[in-house]
């Protein structure tokens, strides 16, 4: 092969990868982005090792839409406002590089507040059944037996969430939701750094918003095998969480 030829090739090659790059952070900032699930904290809703689908364009665009979150735009462009109920990734206020999912439950103007163990959404307090069978969940290496909720928010939109026997959050003082701001919770309400704690994560500007969590595609046990080890799948993949939607 002449050094012509080869040289030809090589520059060909470079474009394609290039131009295959392009389009994939095209579709990767403005329509789905997968993510996957590290930690307990949005179990039963979420389990360890998930993997899901997160739609970009649903509450609009801003800066952490794209990689690295480039400090091109200081705004939302076609920003729609997010609805009580949904599974929102964001980024963390505190360093505004770590993505969080949480559930929305709060939106600007609200007040939230801890009563006994039940939430109070503007004095009102959320409606929710007991679920009369066993459930576990995890937090952190630990399995627990909790008590788990069905929560029905003011929309009507639905959910699991658990809590832990020993009831580590019973009583709060009131948060009142800032302007354009959002407030979230963890579904494993005792396992579950989120909006509760101010210093850390508190409540969280609308600009950090990257999208909502729309289907999960891939799911693995990681207790029973990695991922990797696809000649243990048959023990470790959790079929029936394929193409769920959320």
Partial sequence: MKRENLIYIIIDNIKTLTYALII??????????PFYIPSSSMEPTLLVGDRLFVSKYTYGFSKHS????????NKRVFEKEPIRGDLVVFKTPSDNRTDYIKRLIGLPGDEIQFKNGEIFLNDKKIKREKINKDISVRCGKFELQVKAY????PNGVSYIATYNNLGTLKNSDKYIVPPNHLFFLGDNRDCSKDSRFLDS????????????????????????GSFLK?????????????????
């Fill in 150 to 153: 069905k929560e029905t928010l």
């Fill in 230 to 246: 696809f000649w243990n799948w048959k023990n470790s993949l959790r079929v029936k969480r394929t193409f769920k939607r959320l």
């Fill in 66 to 73: 794209f990689p690295f979150s480039p400090p091109i735009y």
């Fill in 24 to 33: 994939a952070v095209f579709l990767r900032s403005l329509f789905f982005q």
């Fill in 201 to 224: 994560v508190g409540y969280v500007n609308k600009l950090n918003l990257v999208g909502k969590a729309q289907i999960i595609f891939f799911s693995n046990d990681t207790v029973k």
